[in-house]
């Protein structure tokens, strides 16, 4: 008889006592979510997201193509750049160009995800530079070379000692010894690298700092012989070659917000889930290691 009391004493107390098991179901979650791989994802941005080159090595080709994992677009690969491995890439693996003849030079879908009206954009990449050449030099340019009316690039001139989001639209564009950050682009540091436009302003984000704001009231990129090149310009005249790394190349088709670029700075691949819109896209394709 002592025994059933003492159960139903200590019934009772748990009872008047929620805390306990407030306490209780804390202890649990937090046991569960450290159980979480120190490896889980942390998603980019995927509004407006039109293309991305994570240049993980099940994504590379390193002889032939490089694959956009988003949409299938296909880079193709000229001269002969390296797959770098994860030790010494940004997020994963990534290429390395030599600031020679290495470049990717981009072939547009059907319909066209490049060659097209941009209302608004987002360059966005990891870049690691090796040495400067005395040059421009392009680390991602969507243009119409030889044409020269219409460029987005987020680019360098080693010798102009400059660095910046270069604009043309028509009559309209980036007055560089004014509108660019005024010294040589810093080197053997990965420099995380976002570029605007809104069809009237340009900002330029380095390491997610807004280093530059400036007018460009050019109104829309039109379509029309619209390419893109990777580690030169995109008609790959050889002359705009960069010397260093690649890693999480991006581009949206509107302009992400500083909180976004910040997200997308900490992101290690995309979020893939049921519900996903991107059903294509596989967890052999998305990267799960950060550098």
Request: aromatic share 10%.
């Amino acid at each position: 008889m002592r025994l059933k009391n003492t159960v139903h004493s200590e019934q009772k107390r748990f009872v008047k006592n929620p805390q306990f098991f407030i306490i209780i179901f804390l202890v649990l979650v937090i046991q569960v979510w450290g159980t979480q791989p120190a490896d889980a994802i942390k998603g980019a941005v995927e509004d407006g997201l039109v293309a991305y080159w994570s240049f993980n090595k099940d994504t590379v080709k390193i002889k032939t193509e490089a694959a956009d994992v988003l949409s299938g677009l296909v880079a193709e690969v000229h001269g002969d750049p390296e797959l770098a491995p994860a030790s010494d890439c940004k997020v994963g693996e990534c290429v390395l160009l030599d600031g020679d003849v290495d470049r990717f030079l981009v072939e547009d879908s059907d319909p066209p995800k490049i060659d097209r009206d941009w209302d608004e954009i987002t360059l966005e990449c990891w870049v690691y530079i090796n040495a400067l050449d005395d040059s421009w030099n392009r680390i991602i340019s969507l243009d119409d070379m030889p044409a020269n009316s219409a460029v987005v690039s987020l680019y360098y001139d080693d010798d102009d000692n400059q660095h910046g989001f270069f604009v043309k639209v028509g009559a309209q564009a980036t007055q560089a010894a004014k509108d660019n950050v005024l010294e040589d682009i810093p080197i053997e540091e990965w420099l995380h690298l976002v570029g605007t436009y809104d069809g009237s302003t340009v900002h330029y984000y380095v390491n997610g700092k807004q280093e530059k704001k400036y007018a460009v009231k050019g109104g829309k990129i039109p379509k029309g012989g619209l390419f893109l090149g990777i580690g030169d310009r995109s008609d790959g005249c050889n002359c705009d070659t960069i010397q260093g790394y690649i890693d999480e190349f991006r581009i949206y088709d509107r302009v992400l917000s500083p909180a976004e670029i910040q997200k997308n700075m900490d992101a290690t691949g995309l979020d893939v889930s049921p519900s996903a819109d991107h059903l294509s896209t596989t967890w052999g394709h998305i990267k799960a290691r950060r550098r």
